[in-house]
């Protein structure tokens, strides 16, 4: 049986980590939905410095757990003078992981999108920059909506990461609420709850908007 006085005595717990969490989701959402754009159309350039470039990052981030780049924001820094807070270490990580998984995304959408529209593009002056961002990157991105959208709900779940770093989000609240209370299953189920009120709306959203997107195409 859930124990509801957990919700109830703990719940400003639960909402300041809640409210974190969001931040931290939105935080690392934008950004990294902007660094895997960039990072996206490196893969594609034409220059074979940044295509190297852009795929050491993919390969590397992709290929390490979340954790260790979290780390290093928070550990690794330090030993070069700058120290970050629990908050913008986990944040950041946090960006800088979802990212790759977001131009392996973008990247196949930009691939989708037929040649012929950046050919016809270029032939009537617009430069390389100009053809990606008012031709072919809002078409690339209508395709991978639903990737995308699976990254975002993911990117929430693993915003639990900042917890290891003290980055007071809502698993950092859940534990100190279980080790005061040694009630550790309702503690996490209402924690569970709180992650759904993130993810659920969203997961609905993007479905919806997947739909509106095929009916328009």
Known sequence: MLDFSILTEHFPDYMEGFLNTVKASVFALIGSFILGTVIAVMRISGFKILRALGTAYVEFIRNIPILIVVLFFFLGLPSLGLRLDGFTAGTLGLTVYTAAFIAEAIRAGILSVPQGQ?????????????????????????LVIPPLSNQFINLIKNSSVL?????????????????????????????????????????????????????SA
Do not use: C, N, W
């Open 163 to 215: 917890t290891i770093v003290a980055g007071l989000d809502l698993m950092y609240f859940a534990d100190i609420i279980s080790s005061d209370t040694y009630v550790t299953f309702s503690t996490y189920i209402f924690a569970a709850v709180f992650y759904l009120v993130l993810t659920l709306p969203l997961s609905f959203a993007a479905l919806a908007l997947e739909k509106r997107l095929a009916r």
């Open 118 to 142: 950046s050919e016809a593009a270029r032939s009537s002056g617009m430069t390389y920059m100009q053809t990606m961002l008012h031709v072919v990157l809002p078409q690339a991105i209508k």
